[in-house]
């Protein structure tokens, strides 16, 4: 309980302080999974909403492979890409591993299914409403997918800040291929495990409660930014 | 009324669900310029035969030829289903709808917008979520983002069905106008009152079949089968 105690006071003197090393890690956890959720929703959103209207021969089979990938462990995610983007691996001379850039492509790996799956169940029941009259005004499928997204944002809005939440405090495959260098690819997960191994509970909870109102704070910002509380009821 | 030339012929048409025939086969011509009004009891056929002449409903046998080119046929055409489908937009972003799929200008998009919503008196409502509009509100907005593309063709399917008197007056109003200005309309009711209003031929529906069809003055005052008759009178037919 003490250690609790120890945590809260850690994170409140780490916050007011403006610690530095607070403020870097924050950041970069920022940067790589906001970056790491606009890449996986531009892939996601049109895939998963795609996959709601095309009816195909392996359609069922298609999604039934999304939702297992939803369970992706990310620690094997982690170990792929790190041999794909290792010296001897086939993309080993873009020199990739242990920056900020191959934690993004894992949590991209790891989250696009998540957005994928979530919005191709909200956009089945938005086609099943839209479908006679966007086939009436006989539009393409590009355009099917677009009023679908956009009438749709806020179901879909559900499915990002799940991808973010997944993202934001994922630790196995960012600790592989970013391998948690100070100054470099350290973020608040992996600063966690490492002040945990160090025996410094007071400072890893700290860390920890300032990752959790981060990821509040990310996703209280997006339900203001779109408006959803006042415009949600249509 | 002035008949131009066909606007869609149906060549030994059928469709089939399951196994069992819910229209057709049906051979007829369609003429431009009318306002034709689809008769019938309940299963007859009346909606699949408006999807049929839409080009929308997947055919057992048969073709439909339209007078314009097949890929331009559609373009030409609006549909104002009998449940109206609001897109989850406004009012105003619901009539801007069809003409941002044909990329027009915004300018000429506003100015359209503005002057449907007035004629089908949505003004009030112009910024309004069409979700929360009433039903007869729903209807005329549906009419109105059909309308505002300036169709050659409107296909309804019961779209007073539902709906109060007022609101029925004033679509039926709206309807009445774009038929004289040229446009032909097609439409299904149950409402005979509304067929003798507005119609100026009649196709009577039985059983997937086309069992009537001639001016409506005509069908109404003599029809030729005892089906049909026994429909006009008000009997149940089967």
């Known amino acids: 309980m003490n250690e609790i105690w120890a945590g809260i006071l850690a994170a409140f003197h780490l916050i007011v302080t403006l610690d530095g090393d607070l403020v870097e890690i924050t950041l970069r956890s920022l940067q790589v999974s906001l970056s790491a959720l606009v890449i996986a929703s531009v892939l996601a959103l049109p895939f998963g909403t795609w996959l709601a209207i095309r009816r195909f021969r392996f359609r069922r089979a298609t999604i039934a492979t999304l939702n297992a990938l939803m369970g992706l462990p990310p620690v094997v995610v982690g170990l792929i890409v790190y041999l794909l983007l290792s010296r001897s691996g086939p993309f080993g001379v873009l020199g990739l591993l242990f920056t900020p850039t191959a934690m993004i492509i894992a949590q991209v790996i790891i989250i696009t299914p998540l957005i994928a799956s979530i919005t191709q169940q909200a956009m089945r029941e938005l086609w099943a409403e839209y479908h006679d009259l966007l086939i009436s005004l006989n539009t393409s499928n590009r355009q099917r997918v677009m009023t679908l997204i956009w009438d749709g944002r806020r179901a879909l809005l559900t499915g990002a800040l799940a991808g973010f939440g997944r993202a934001i405090g994922e630790v196995g495959a960012i600790m592989i291929v970013g391998g948690n260098i100070d100054n470099t690819t350290r973020v608040l997960t992996t600063a966690i495990a490492l002040e945990t191994g160090k025996g410094d509970f007071a400072l890893a909870l700290g860390l920890g409660f300032v990752l959790i109102a981060l990821a509040l704070l990310v996703n209280f910002a997006i339900h203001a930014l779109s408006r959803t509380e006042r415009h949600g009821t249509w | ?238």
């Open chain 2, 1 to 238: 009324m002035v008949k131009l030339a066909p606007i869609a012929s149906l060549n030994d048409v059928s469709v089939k669900r399951r196994g069992k025939t819910i229209l057709g086969p049906i051979t007829h011509s369609l003429e431009s310029g009318g306002f034709t009004i689809v008769l019938g009891p309940n299963g007859a056929g009346k909606t699949t035969l408006l999807n049929v002449l839409h080009g929308v409903e997947r055919l057992s046998s048969g073709t439909v030829t339209w007078t314009s080119r097949d890929h331009t046929a559609h373009q030409e055409q609006a549909f104002v289903f009998q449940k109206p489908i609001m897109l989850r937009r406004t009012v105003r972003q619901n009539l801007a709808y069809p003409l941002e799929l044909l990329a027009c200008k915004k300018h000429e998009t506003e100015l359209k917008v503005v002057e449907w919503a007035h004629r089908l008196g949505l003004m009030s409502v112009l910024d309004h979520p069409a979700p929360r509009l009433s039903g007869g509100e729903k209807q005329k907005l549906a009419l109105a983002r059909a309308l505002i593309r300036k169709p050659k063709v409107l296909f309804l399917d019961e779209p007073c069905a539902n709906l109060d008197g007022r609101s029925t007056r004033e679509i039926e109003t709206v309807l009445r106008e774009v038929s004289a200005a040229g446009t032909s309309v097609i439409m299904t009711t149950h409402n005979l009152g509304q067929a003798r209003r507005l119609a100026s031929d009649i196709v009577f529906l039985l059983n997937g079949q086309i069992h009537e069809t001639d001016l409506a003055q005509d069908i109404f005052n003599a029809p030729k089968s005892p089906e049909a008759k026994a429909f006009f009178k008000g009997d149940i037919v089967e």
